[in-house]
């Protein structure tokens, strides 16, 4: 039998985090997450926690009423183990967000933050490649068709992620050349 004690206690220590990091810091500009790991298009971390949340409980009414899968609960766990990442990821950096700019003008952004935030971002990009490729590896030694799916939605998110990296990237060099030309 499956038991997701352990999972549920340690979302629910993530539920309390998250809406102590949701008061402090309220809103993001844009949704948190990608829209295939949550279907939550949330600017706060806690409602997506309470996805997760959802998500076991339906997996423990599934499991009591006995309609539960093997393959089933190997596709949702799967699907959780990378939310409740994602929501620690987003959490753990909350001390790196706190000393970052808010968006504002770039003119009033010394040229040195601008290059830092570029080789920042460089960095990023240049990690979610990496991922994306080990999981494109990954999806080559998948022995079954659930595994396939789950590991393709992670590298379409990945490939997301990607590509918002480079826009900013890109927007990131057009402020510099602009702030160059001005002297």
């Known amino acids: 039998m499956f038991d997701v004690s352990k999972l549920k206690a340690h979302v629910d220590q993530l539920l309390k985090e998250a809406a102590a990091v949701d008061r402090q810091r309220g809103e993001a500009p844009r949704p948190l997450f990608d ?11 806690t409602p997506c926690v309470e996805e997760i949340s959802n998500e076991i409980k339906s997996l423990q009414r599934e499991q009591r009423s006995g309609r539960l899968l093997a393959s089933r609960t190997a596709h ?3 699907k959780i183990v990378a939310q409740i990442q994602a929501v620690q990821r987003e959490l753990a950096t ?3 967000r706190k000393n970052e700019p808010q968006q504002s003008n770039t003119n009033q952004v010394p040229i040195h933050e601008l290059y830092q935030d570029l080789a920042k971002h ?5 990690r979610l490649i990496g991922m ?3 999981k494109t590896m990954l999806l080559n030694n998948c022995r079954t068709l659930a ?5 393709q939605k ?5 490939e997301g992620r990607v590509q918002r990296c480079q826009a900013a990237v890109t927007k990131i060099e057009k402020h510099i050349t602009i702030r160059e030309r001005q002297g």
């Open 154 to 158: 992670e590298i379409l998110a990945l």
């Open 94 to 96: 909350q001390s790196i």
């Open 76 to 78: 949702i766990c799967d």
């Open 122 to 126: 460089q960095e990023w990009e240049r």
């Open 35 to 45: 829209e295939q790991l949550f279907l939550s298009r949330s600017k706060l971390i």
């Open 132 to 134: 994306k490729r080990d």
């Open 147 to 151: 595994e396939q799916q789950v590991i």
